[in-house]
Every structure is written in C-alpha cells, then in structure tokens.
Nanobody, 118 residues
Framework: QVQLVESGGGLVQAGGSLRLSCAAS????????LGWYRQAPGKQRELVAA???????NYSDSVKGRFTISRDNAKNTVYLQMNSLKPEDTAVYYC????????????WGQGTQVTVSS
C-alpha cells in the first residue's frame, strides 16, 4: 500500500509559478514509477511528468521546458515545479505511484486543483 498526499495547488495568473508536493507513505525507492498526472474538465487524465524506476524523467510535450519534476528521497516526497503557467494548464493534478511486485499496483493521491487565470 502507498498513501499519497498532495499539496501546493491554487490560483495563479498566467505566467506565474506554483510548486506541487506529494508525500508518499513509504520509501520512494520501493516505488517503480512516481509522478504527476492531470485531468482538465471534460478531458482524459494525462501524464504530466514522472520518474521511472531507473530514475529517468519523462515529460509531456506540453510542459517540457516549463515544468520540472524532482524528489527528496529522505522525505519520500516528489515535487512538480511549474513555471510559465498557461490557462490550459488548469486541471486537477494527481500524484501517481506504480508498484510492481507479483502484480502491478497503481495508487493515486486525492488531487489538487491548479487554476491559471488569463
């Protein structure tokens, strides 16, 4: 089991910045994939950025160069620094963890709202 607790969402003007945090209930070394998804109204949930099990990072093309994913292993926390925000970044952002043991398990945080005004 993994519990994920997000924080850091809010309302910001276009061009502004926000940093999201996601605290995991267990060592992130035991999590195969850890990252962020988002879901805008009427749209499917999409990957924003994630760490793979090998430590590589993967970004959506729409956020490359503006968003940065990072982690603090000692705090079991992953961050999403979002710069140059655009109205189209408005969505609920979810922390996601994938753990592979005998089976593959997916865990989600409760979500945090990010609203970017024009």
């Amino acid at each position: 089991q993994v519990q994920l607790v997000e924080s850091g969402g809010g309302l910001v003007q276009a061009g502004g910045s926000l940093r999201l945090s996601c605290a995991a209930s267990r060592s992130i070394f035991t999590i195969n994939t850890l990252g962020w998804y988002r879901q805008a109204p009427g749209k499917q949930r999409e990957l924003v950025a994630a760490f793979s099990s090998g430590g590589d990072t993967n970004y959506s093309d729409s956020v490359k160069g503006r968003f940065t994913i990072s982690r603090d292993n000692a705090k079991n926390t992953v961050y999403l620094q979002m710069n140059s925000l655009k109205p189209e970044d408005t969505a609920v952002y979810y922390c996601h963890a994938r753990v592979v043991s005998l089976l593959e398990h997916h865990y989600w945080g409760q979500g945090t709202q990010v609203t970017v005004s024009s």
